[in-house]
């Protein structure tokens, strides 16, 4: 049976059809969901994909923690449903608190695309098992709200419990501190990283590589032998 992966769309969203297109590149089947619904239509996963979610007013991410949807999301995510967060999605789970720290704007200011080189930092959770530990990897990088912080206290708990899932290489693009471009919850089900993976799984798009593919791939793997 065809493992079945939730796209949630918010206003604003502008990555959710990219994200469908990975998931199927993956060999999942791709399930929208709507953020006005509760009804996650029963997936064995969930991304919340990038974009502008409500135009980022208030804060990036800030009003889409309150849509129908994500009361489902956290919900389900707590009793162990793997969700992944991209972008302004890892501002949602940010907001939501299924992670830690928060997201502000980038320290230059200034909205930045490029591709970004990253240390993939933890290979065990359910969306990173198809990467090694220590790989490096490139893939999109596109934001003006990327900077994460947290306060010491909690940076020094994701280090020595091992939840920074991705670090930056060859410059920190944003000022995110001790460089970290994605974490993990304690139980590795829920991941938030702020490049993008969905613009790497062809190589006729995005970087031009397939670096990004194995996040899908990998949660394939985890939803069969589940």
């Known amino acids: 049976m065809t493992s079945r992966i939730g796209v949630i769309?918010?206003?604003g969203t502008l990555d959710d059809r990219d994200t469908q297109r990975a998931v199927r590149v993956a060999g999942a089947e791709p399930v929208p969901l709507w953020h006005r619904d509760k009804d996650l239509k029963q997936v064995d996963a969930v991304v919340l994909p990038g974009g502008f979610s409500y135009g980022d007013y208030l804060r990036a991410g800030a009003i889409s923690r309150f849509s129908p949807v994500m009361e489902t999301?956290?919900?389900q995510a707590k009793a162990g449903m793997p969700v992944l967060g991209?972008?302004?999605g890892f501002q949602v789970l940010t907001e939501t608190h299924l992670l830690p720290g928060a997201m502000l704007r980038n320290n230059h200011l200034h909205f930045i695309c490029r591709d970004q080189k990253l240390r993939v930092e933890n290979a065990e959770t359910s969306w990173?098992?198809?990467?090694?530990?220590?790989?490096e990897i490139?893939?999109?990088l596109k934001n003006i709200d990327g900077r994460y912080v947290a306060d010491e206290r909690t940076l020094d708990m994701l280090e020595a419990e091992g939840r920074v899932a991705f670090r930056y290489l060859d410059g920190n693009p944003n000022a995110s501190l001790r460089d970290i471009a994605g974490i993990t919850n304690e139980a590795g089900n829920v991941v938030g990283l702020m490049p993008h993976p969905e613009h790497a799984v062809?190589?006729?798009i995005g970087t031009g590589r397939t670096d990004g593919l194995g996040f899908f791939t990998s949660i394939l793997k985890k939803l069969v032998n589940v």
């Not at 990173?128 to 790989?135: F, I, K, L, M, N």
């Open 86 to 88: 991209i972008c302004n």
């Open 128 to 135: 990173t098992a198809d990467y090694s530990s220590g790989q």
């Open 202 to 204: 062809e190589p006729l």
């Open 73 to 75: 999301v956290i919900a």
């Open 9 to 11: 769309t918010f206003p």
């Open 138 to 140: 490139s893939i999109p």
